[in-house]
């Protein structure tokens, strides 16, 4: 696929992870759109990214996403590429009956569910491009689940298997399925996660933007794919590796 000239749509853009691979499609040439809930992230990021565009959406609310879909498609005739990178993650103790039941589904209607609900409303769109990608951002957390961040893990995992899925369902079309695989990624959302080796968003979206240009239809850069290497090679042990404090502290 052309890595530029393209209008590339990136759910939760206003920071962190969706903010960095912005900025680099933006690099190459491309009209980049950012969403989210927080529309004082997305000013933000519009003010210190002038060449950014931003409309504020909710991954949950279908209503909202078909009117992206119209609004797109008036204001810029379209989109060629999807970026599925909007999530939230809790950690918690499934045995602390105390932290909201409401949450567990939250994650999972933001993380799972809200990327299935963005490639429905825009897959018309964009198999009528004569090339266009969605990007599911799921986890290295994918191939093995952090006990502390049980619903998130799961997500992610289900994210996996979705694309993979969908990936083969649209082989004959025009749109690429890519997964961007994340290891830890310093941002705000895993600010507790001290013990962890963590990679900037920057150096995620150089090593996104590498696999992208050369066609990766899986993307995984550092710790990840030492991941998917261990949960085949040594499944137990990388599982004790990963989870030796296995709820939050």
């Known amino acids: 696929m052309t890595p530029s000239n393209k209008t590339v749509l990136i759910t939760g853009g206003g920071s962190g992870i969706g903010l960095a691979l912005a900025q680099a499609f933006l690099q190459h040439n491309n009209t980049v759109i950012i969403t989210g809930r927080n529309l004082s992230k997305l000013e933000k990021a519009k003010a210190e990214n002038p060449g950014l565009n931003f409309i ?39 045995a602390d009956e105390s932290f909201p039941f409401d949450k567990q589904l939250q994650e999972i209607d933001i993380d799972f569910t809200g990327p299935i609900r963005m490639v429905h409303h825009f897959l018309p769109m964009l198999k009528q491009r004569p090339e266009a990608a969605i990007v599911n951002v799921s986890s290295g957390l994918a191939f093995v689940p952090l006990t502390m961040a049980p619903v998130y893990s799961a997500t992610k995992a289900g994210v996996h298997a979705w694309t993979q899925s969908i990936r083969l369902q649209l082989a004959n079309t025009s749109i690429k399925v890519i997964e961007l695989m994340p290891p830890v990624v310093d941002t705000d959302m895993v600010s507790e996660f001290e013990d962890f080796p963590k990679i900037s968003p920057q150096k995620l979206a150089s090593d996104f933007w590498k696999g992208y240009v050369n066609n990766k239809a899986e993307i995984t850069p550092g710790q990840s794919s030492q991941l998917k290497l261990m949960r085949r090679l040594a499944p ?8 030796k404090q296995p709820v939050p502290a």
């Open 236 to 243: 137990g042990f990388i599982f004790g590796q990963i989870n």
């Open 56 to 94: 504020q959406n909710d991954v949950t609310d279908s209503a909202q996403i078909k009117a992206l879909v119209e609004k797109t498609q008036q204001e810029f005739g379209g989109i060629d590429v999807l970026v599925n990178n909007a999530g939230v993650l809790h950690t918690f103790d499934i």
